[in-house]
């Protein structure tokens, strides 16, 4: 088992940064990725970012502006987020992976992933 605890949402105004972590424990040592996906009221749960051992992926709409790096020592993921716009706004989940991928894209579909956090909110205000 692997449990994952969000944090760094918050109330924003469109154009600053913020940053999200995420830390993990437990049955860490098998996690193969770990991801960001976020979910807008009455949207379906979509792909942010993710950070695997062979490469880091970007959705197109946060590519330039969202950073996902990970501290192996903390075993903490981030997401720098900047210049965020209000379509930014969203509850943020973290996840892990604990299947390895051989294809290309990895690590883009909620269903590679096999634990989730609780969620973080960002409201980005124009």
């Known amino acids: 088992q692997v449990q994952l605890v ?24 098998r996690t193969y990725a770990m991801g960001w996906f976020r979910q807008a009221p009455g949207k379906e749960r979509e792909f ?3 950070w ?12 330039g502006r969202f950073t996902i ?11 720098q987020m900047n210049s965020l716009k209000p379509e930014d706004t969203a509850a943020y ?3 892990a992976a604990q299947d390895d991928c051989v294809g ?6 909620a269903t590679e992933y096999n634990y989730w956090g609780q969620g973080t909110q960002v409201t980005v205000s124009s």
């Open 69 to 79: 790096t990970r501290d192996n020592a903390k075993n903490t993921v981030y997401l």
């Open 48 to 50: 942010v970012a993710a």
């Open 104 to 109: 290309f894209p990895c690590y883009v579909g």
């Open 6 to 29: 969000e944090s760094g949402g918050g109330l924003v105004q469109a154009g600053v940064s913020l940053r999200l972590s995420c830390a993990a424990s437990g049955r860490t040592s």
């Open 52 to 63: 695997s051992i062979r490469q880091t992926y970007y959705a197109d709409s946060v590519k």
């Open 93 to 95: 989940y973290c996840a």
